[in-house]
């Protein structure tokens, strides 16, 4: 049987990712704080059902990796055959694309981040997150 020949071939660099400014981190991850505790915790997060079979949501927060932002929530597992207590969803992703703004994606039940808000400030991100379906943990 026959070898096959390798060749290099030419990998032109990726593009960097902007980086955020640490003031404009912390002042998002304070909007976004004051939007969970006034608004997402006191619609999604309920006290734990009584015979409790299914997962439910037991708390909500945002968290920065790298140039994302992300809306997380914890869900408790109350299930016998539960693989662990509790797991965590990504809901919303805050992608940071330079000069304080951000491209908005939602978590597909495939698994796939779909973007449907592109080019947005801090405020108009939080408000679709709010508002929009799309973005419900």
């Excluded at 902007?18 to 304070?30: I, K, L, N, T, Y």
């Excluded at 797991?87 to 449907?116: C, D, P």
Aim: proline share 9%; charged share 25%.
């Amino acid at each position: 049987m026959a070898k096959t020949r390798k060749t290099w071939v030419y990998a032109p660099a990726r593009a960097r990712k902007s980086q955020v400014p640490g003031d404009f981190q912390e002042e998002a991850q304070a909007k976004a704080d004051k939007l969970i505790e006034s608004v997402l915790k006191p619609e999604h997060v309920k006290p734990p059902p009584k015979d409790a079979q299914f997962n439910y949501i037991v708390d909500i927060y945002a968290k920065w990796h790298g140039s994302y932002f992300y809306f997380c929530a914890t869900y408790a597992c109350p299930g016998p055959h539960a693989l662990a207590p509790s797991f965590e969803s990504k809901f919303a992703r805050l992608e940071y694309v330079g000069n304080r703004r951000f491209n908005l994606s939602y978590m597909r039940h495939t698994g796939k981040w779909v973007q449907i808000y592109p080019d947005l400030t801090l405020d108009e991100c939080l408000k679709a997150v709010r508002s929009d379906p799309a973005f419900m943990p």
